[in-house]
């Protein structure tokens, strides 16, 4: 079933935060993000079993617990196991994201891509949501960014287990979709090429913002949209780069990253328009994008991401920044012309 018919909303909610990324979040505060963005008519919840070792979908359950379940989606991930056994948080080997859950539960995280993970894993998340069902199932991380030169053989593992499960549960109605939640676009392109697996769409973290969209907008959009698919635009402020904050891709930004978001920002001020403004709706402009899902750990963001969603940017914002080669010439724009 397409993305656009399943998500109830252009602005989800990116549980990533949840899971104690890069900090440790009191319970309140967290359990009060989620409330803000119930109060503020987000509909769409996006988790994993990888952020903090289920601690973010545990939250997530608790906050949602009193709201009626026909009344919002969920997406969540396989590919990774929480066992109840723990293991040593900084010895974990997680590839270029080591340090960004190590205030999380100290579960023992098992990756696994086969067929019986795959159902293993969507019993778990049940369980720590608090629900019955799941309405959108990501293979999460099948890329270099995790498991390096690797990458290609956990890729297999997933064509031959994770794909096939996910397929028979979306046409048996356990699920309504499933795709790839990934960070790099290579295996959204593998797996376009492949005959067997059909997949609905696909979570791409970072690779489609006003920071970054080049190899997106040459490799994946395109197809994704002509084959009818969807995807849910992650991260699409740049790790909090585009907002000002110092990291870019979970990594210190580098001095041409700010150097760009300086002439963005600048543009912008003359303009009287947000950055988030500017990030979200550059997004969703493309018509492959079925929803963006910013990460937030603190309530007042929340409603912050709802007012840049709407904010008015005049159209020839777009087009100075278009003529200074600051996006891609061939980027939609949400302009008319």
């Known amino acids: 079933?397409?993305?656009?018919?399943?998500?109830?909303?252009?602005?989800?909610?990116?549980?990533?935060?949840?899971?104690?990324?890069?900090?440790?979040?009191?319970?309140?505060?967290?359990?009060?993000?989620?409330?803000?963005a119930w109060n503020d008519g987000v509909r769409y919840y996006d988790n994993a079993p990888f952020y903090g070792a289920g601690l973010a979908e545990i939250r997530m359950g608790q906050a949602l617990a009193g709201k009626q379940r026909e009344d919002y989606v969920i997406s969540t991930k396989v590919g990774r196991v929480i066992l109840?056994?723990?293991?040593?948080?900084?010895?974990?080997?997680?590839?270029?994201?080591?340090?960004?859950?190590?205030?999380?539960?100290?579960?023992?995280?098992?990756?696994?891509?086969?067929?019986?993970?795959?159902?293993?894993?969507?019993?778990?998340?049940l369980k720590r949501l608090k629900t019955d069902h799941i309405d959108v199932a990501f293979v999460h991380d099948v890329a270099q960014d995790f498991y390096g030169d690797e990458w290609l053989g956990v890729f297999e593992s997933a064509r031959k287990g994770a794909f096939k499960a996910l397929d028979r549960m979306r046409d048996e109605g356990v699920i309504k979709a499933w795709g790839l939640g990934v960070n790099r676009v290579e295996p959204i392109e593998l797996l376009l090429a492949l005959e067997g697996p059909r997949p609905d769409g696909f979570l791409l973290a970072g690779r489609y913002t006003l920071l970054d969209h080049d190899r997106a907008l040459q490799r994946v959009m395109p197809l994704v949209a002509e084959k009818?698919?969807?995807?849910?635009?992650?991260?699409?402020?740049?790790?909090?780069?585009?907002?000002?904050?110092?990291?870019?891709?979970?990594?210190?930004a580098t001095p041409a990253i700010l150097d760009k978001v300086a002439r963005i920002k600048a543009i912008a001020d003359r303009y009287g328009i947000s950055m988030k403004a500017a990030g979200l709706q550059f997004s969703l402009a493309h018509p492959a994008v079925a929803a963006v899902i910013p990460g937030a750990s603190q309530p007042n963001r929340i409603a912050e991401d709802g007012i840049a969603l709407r904010e008015t940017i005049p159209a020839d914002f777009w087009r100075e920044l278009r003529a200074a080669n600051l996006v891609n010439p061939d980027a939609p724009l949400p302009i008319a012309d």
């Open 1 to 36: 079933m397409s993305f656009k018919h399943i998500l109830p909303s252009k602005l989800g909610f990116g549980a990533a935060p949840l899971g104690n990324m890069f900090r440790d979040i009191p319970e309140r505060e967290a359990l009060a993000t989620v409330e803000a």
């Open 84 to 125: 109840d056994e723990v293991e040593d948080i900084g010895a974990r080997d997680l590839g270029e994201k080591g340090d960004v859950f190590k205030y999380g539960r100290p579960n023992k995280i098992v990756n696994d891509y086969s067929e019986d993970a795959t159902y293993r894993s969507i019993e778990d998340s």
């Open 228 to 252: 009818g698919l969807g995807i849910v635009v992650g991260g699409p402020y740049s790790s909090g780069a585009l907002v000002g904050g110092p990291n870019f891709e979970y990594a210190p």
